[in-house]
């Protein structure tokens, strides 16, 4: 259903790689809610990826950047300015990649060239996202700016790697940042910390099915899916939200203040009633 919440808006949208991605869904919605944006990708996920069709379905032009090149950045809110005629309303930062996650590398055993990489594209690229915008003064007062995070920046999941380390540095950017957008340009800065989703990137975790399926047992409301997160993310983009700034907003129905679940226990218990009869 469409409420026209982004009626008149403009936008950037990063991170849309095939139609599982959050960033392909929230494009879909935000066109539904009536945004008009710009899509924009690395330029080799581009040519493995479908965004054109994406484009095409959203009435969207595509700029390939590299989010971690400040030169592409650059260019990217300039070209986006230029076809969207004036200035941005919303961005969303939808990027995360650890190659030691990729290559199986384990946290106790990094090869720091590739922890360097990860952090470059899945953290400190939205600091250049933000730096470019801000020094473009790009974006609109009361435009609004999201991340995507995951609570491994709070709490122990082993096999979240480097990630973790990248999300917490990811979410404290967001509310650096925030700080000077707010008080210069009236622009809020959020991330969404969301559960666990079955994307390119999720997938790429190790053991990403238990990990899903537990998520699942522990959430009284079940896993956010990645609509529920681009509708969120709507929300974020729309005047309803003004003064919403600075802060982490967890999509996750409910995961992250669980202890546990009667369903995790049961679980639990059964599995370990068969160790016994063993
Ligand atoms: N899937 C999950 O379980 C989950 C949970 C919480 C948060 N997130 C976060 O959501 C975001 C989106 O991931 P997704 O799950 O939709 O997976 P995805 O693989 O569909 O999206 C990741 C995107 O990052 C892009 N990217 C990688 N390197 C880049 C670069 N140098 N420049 C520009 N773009 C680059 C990829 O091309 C891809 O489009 C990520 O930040 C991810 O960490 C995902």
């Known amino acids: 259903m469409s409420y026209n919440l982004l009626k008149g808006k403009k936008g950037i949208i990063f991170g849309a790689l095939d139609p599982n991605s959050i960033a392909w869904k929230t494009a879909e919605r935000v066109h ?20 054109n069709k994406l484009a095409e379905q959203t009435g969207a032009k595509v700029i390939p950047a590299d989010a971690t090149s ?3 950045l650059k260019n990217l809110v300039e070209q986006s300015m230029e076809i969207l005629g004036g200035k941005i309303d919303f961005v969303l930062h939808s990027i995360g990649m650890s190659v030691n996650v990729r290559k199986g590398r384990p946290y106790t055993d990094q090869k720091y060239d590739w922890t360097q990489k990860g952090t470059d594209v899945s953290a ?4 250049k996202v933000m730096q470019t915008l801000f020094k473009a003064d790009a974006m609109n007062e009361w435009g609004s700016i ?40 009236k622009v809020r800065v959020n991330t969404i910390s ?19 399926s537990y998520a699942e047992k522990m959430s009284p409301l079940g896993n956010a899916t990645a609509l529920d997160c681009a509708n969120y993310t709507v929300t974020l983009f729309s005047d309803l939200t003004k003064r919403v700034t600075l802060q982490n907003l967890y999509n996750d129905g409910g995961f992250s203040n669980v202890g546990v679940s009667d369903a995790v226990m049961e679980a639990f218990i059964t599995s370990q009633e068969a160790e016994i009869a063993k």
């Open 70 to 72: 400040e030169e592409d």
């Open 124 to 127: 400190m690229s939205f600091h």
């Open 32 to 51: 539904e809610e009536g945004g008009e944006f710009v899509l924009t990708n690395a330029p080799i996920a581009m040519r493995m990826g479908q965004i």
């Open 146 to 185: 999201v991340a995507l995070t995951y609570m491994a920046a709070q709490r122990v999941f082993p096999d979240y790697n480097d990630m973790a380390d990248n999300k917490a540095y990811l979410e404290s950017i967001a509310r650096s940042f925030g700080y000077f957008f707010g008080r210069d340009k």
């Open 194 to 212: 969301q559960s666990p989703t079955p994307t390119t990137a999720g997938q790429g975790v190790k053991g990403f099915d238990g990990f899903i």
